[in-house]
């Protein structure tokens, strides 16, 4: 069973352009979260989907970044017109439920590290 | 809102030997659940263990294990018998309802 996955691994991107980052959760999983890692900090929540649903995107930034999770398909993070200050690695991890029992833990991807030049 | 600290940035033990990471956590739930993430100069988070707060128990997996004092909001981890591959970050993160928080991190050297 293929654990989450992400991609691009790496993502070099000038000031203005746009990045986007793709996950793909566990095999039956049906809940997704991106996070993001500033050098040298702990992990701090971006935003959760469900399939075709935003369930809470309070950490995300109102301008610029967009995340969705389609029907068919990998979830998307989007940033558009990039700034150095967003450079940072961006985690997606996946959970089978939504809490209250076993299966709501949080499996991670291995991470895309976007540099912004 | 939920908060978890990490109060020890770096901490190193020698190969064979144990070690506690330390954390605690502010929170005014009674039910939500607790974890230890390892992050390997790799840069992917590997999860450690897992406790529910509703369990007294200790949740134990294989050299590690976790001292979880409710009252006290502590969440220890416990690595016994320490090897060369549990050089890592070490991240305590909190959740509720989906919910989950992460500390600052513990950068853990086991020195051979």
């Known amino acids: 069973n293929a654990g989450v996955m992400q991609n691009p691994r790496h993502l070099v991107r000038r000031r203005g352009q746009e990045a986007r980052l793709r996950c793909s959760p566990m095999?039956?999983?049906?809940?997704v979260y991106w996070y993001r890692q500033l050098p040298e900090e702990g992990l701090k929540f971006m935003v959760y989907l469900q399939k075709e649903n935003i369930i809470d995107e309070s950490g995300m930034p109102k301008e610029r970044f967009s995340a969705e999770f389609p029907k068919e398909g990998p979830s998307i993070l989007r940033i558009q017109q990039v700034v150095r200050g967003d450079s940072a690695a961006y985690f997606c991890a996946s959970s089978l439920t939504s809490g209250g029992s076993t299966g709501d833990t949080q499996y991670f991807g291995p991470g895309t590290r976007l540099t912004v030049l | 809102a939920q908060t978890v600290t990490q109060s020890q940035p770096e901490m190193s033990v020698q190969e064979a030997e144990t070690v506690t990471l330390s954390c605690t956590y502010d929170?005014?739930?009674?039910?939500?659940?607790l974890f230890w993430y390892k992050q390997p100069p790799s840069r992917q988070m590997i999860l450690v263990i897992r406790q529910e707060a509703y369990k007294q128990q200790n949740a134990t997996e294989n050299r590690f294990s976790v001292n979880f004092q409710k009252a006290a909001k502590s969440f220890s981890l416990k690595i016994s018998d320490s090897q060369l591959g549990d050089t890592a970050m070490y991240f305590c993160a909190f959740m509720r309802d989906n919910d989950m928080r992460f500390g600052a991190g513990t950068r853990l050297t086991v020195k051979p």
């Open positions: 095999k039956g999983h049906s809940h």
């Open positions: 929170t005014s739930e009674n039910n939500y659940y």
